[in-house]
C-alpha cells in the first residue's frame, strides 16, 4: 500500500486520467504509461484496486471501465464547456436548475455543478443555475444515469430581477436598444 492514503489516492487520481478519456485501453498502453513512473508498484496496486471495486474489467489484453468506472473516471477530466456561450436566440424565459443534495453526498453535488457547468450553465446561486435555452436531451441522460436527477428540481420563469449579467455571459441584446430605435424604423414606410 502507498505510504499515506494521500498518495493512494494520488495514485488512482493518475490512473483515473488515463481511463477518462478511452472507452478500452489496451495493456501495453497500460504498461507503457506505469514505465514512466517512478511508484510503479504502487500504481499496479492502484490498478487492482480499481479492478477489485469494479470500476475496470480486465478482459484479456484489455482494460475496459464499468459504468460505475465512467462515472468515477470523469470527475478527472478537465471540466470543459460542450459550446462555449454565443450569442443566443432567447425566447425570453430563463431555463432555472435548482438541486439540493444532502451534506453526506458532497461528491454528487459536484459531479451536479461540473454537469451544470459543461452545459453552459450560469451560476445564479450556490445551487441555483440559469440558462436561456432549451436543457439538452444529453444534459437530462447523464443526470438520470448518474443517479442525480433525484435531488434537482427546474423551473421556466419569465422574469428575474437583475438579469444583467445573465444577459452579458450569454450575449443576449437587450431589447432597449430596438426601442430606441424604433420611431426610426417606422418612418421609411
Known amino acids: ?83 462555449p456561450p454565443t450569442q443566443v436566440q432567447w425566447d425570453r424565459k430563463w431555463r432555472l436548475v435548482s438541486f439540493d443534495v444532502p451534506g453526506c453526498y458532497s461528491k454528487k453535488r459536484d459531479h451536479i455543478r461540473s454537469l451544470l457547468n459543461e452545459f453552459n450553465f450560469y451560476r445564479l446561486q450556490k445551487s441555483v443555475w440559469i440558462c436561456p435555452s432549451v436543457i439538452s436531451k444529453k444534459f437530462w441522460n447523464i443526470l438520470v444515469k448518474s443517479d442525480l436527477d433525484k435531488y434537482c428540481k427546474t423551473m421556466i420563469v419569465d422574469i428575474i430581477e437583475g438579469d444583467e449579467d445573465v444577459k452579458r455571459y450569454f450575449k443576449i441584446v437587450i431589447g432597449i436598444l430596438l426601442i430606441l430605435f424604433l420611431p426610426d424604423l417606422f418612418s421609411f414606410f
Open 1 to 83: 500500500m502507498a505510504k499515506t492514503s494521500r498518495d493512494a489516492h494520488r495514485h488512482i487520481r493518475e490512473l483515473s486520467k488515463l481511463f477518462s478519456d478511452a472507452n478500452t485501453v489496451g495493456s501495453a498502453m497500460v504498461e507503457e504509461f506505469l514505465k514512466r513512473k517512478k511508484e510503479r508498484k504502487y500504481l499496479k496496486q492502484s490498478l487492482r484496486r480499481l479492478i477489485e471495486r469494479e470500476f475496470l474489467v480486465r478482459d484479456g489484453e484489455e482494460f475496459t471501465p464499468t459504468a460505475k468506472g465512467l462515472i468515477h473516471f470523469r470527475k478527472f477530466q478537465p471540466t470543459k464547456r460542450i459550446n
